[in-house]
């Protein structure tokens, strides 16, 4: 940790850290760090707006040398879809974690991180949006109709349809 960042209340809250560790045993000191840092950004997301509050966490992030300098997209904005499922509940649209699930993989438009999927806002937008070129049709349609495709119904009349007999 680059200490020349640590001011004197930072310094006070590592020390309590520290000596808790030693008097509770690191597990105890672990559970009141995470908690300390998850009040501190509810607070600051709550006193901010949401642009303010992610360029504060960022930067506190950046200070503490947990991230690198370079902070991929994928760490500040992807989320699972039952995440995406909630917001968009909560804005009155009911679309379920599953369906987004589905439309994702089947678009292959997503993040995998071992057996997890996430989404980025950006791609959750991809998904959503209505293509209207052939190709987008034909996605909307096998992702819609579980019934085979005209062409897929052709070939197979084609090849259940009996072939004459030369004479």
Partial sequence: MRDQYLNDDVRSGLR?????????????????AVNTVHAGLRYIKEVRDEKEAKRWMIELFDRSDLLPHHVPEIVMTARPPEHWAERLAANGLSISAEEIRERAVADGILFRIGGEILLTPGQLDELFQVDNTSEGRARRAARNDRRPSAAFNRVMARLKKPKPRAR
């Fill in 16 to 32: 309590k850290l520290r000596q808790l560790a030693i008097d509770q045993g690191e597990p105890a000191a672990f559970l009141d």
